[in-house]
């Protein structure tokens, strides 16, 4: 059994930052790609950013690059998601995922529970 447990999320005013964190029990963390994703109220899920199981490849949606960076400590099962320069727009509750690098969450087999993040303007 693998559980994923989101922590960093809280209410920042826009052009501030946030850092999340994933932290993964169970085995095997290495070996898989990580993802996170994100769902504003009404909207559907959405992929922002992923990281292979070694940390060499990164890929990122549009609307995020070059504010937000994923990082992952293989040695402490932990992905990160470094957020900066944050909008309005980034509201929203945000998932880490095990198993891929897809922008799919079909792709996925293992979610966190969430964690929101708020911008105000």
């Known amino acids: 059994q693998v559980q994923l447990v989101e922590s960093g999320g809280g209410l920042v005013q826009a052009g501030g930052s946030l850092r999340l964190s994933c932290a993964a029990s169970g085995r095997t963390f290495s070996g898989y790609g990580m993802g996170w994703f994100r769902q504003a109220p009404g909207k559907e899920r959405e992929f922002v950013a992923a990281?292979?199981?070694?940390?060499?490849?990164?890929y990122y949606t549009d609307s995020v690059k070059g504010r937000f960076t994923i990082s992952r400590d293989n040695a402490k099962s932990t992905v990160f998601l470094q957020m900066n320069s944050l909008k309005p727009e980034d509201t929203a509750v945000y998932y880490c995922a095990r198993g891929s690098t897809s922008q799919r969450p079909g792709s996925y087999d293992y979610w966190g529970q969430g964690t929101q993040v708020t911008v105000s303007s």
């Open positions: 990281i292979t199981s070694n940390g060499h490849y990164t």
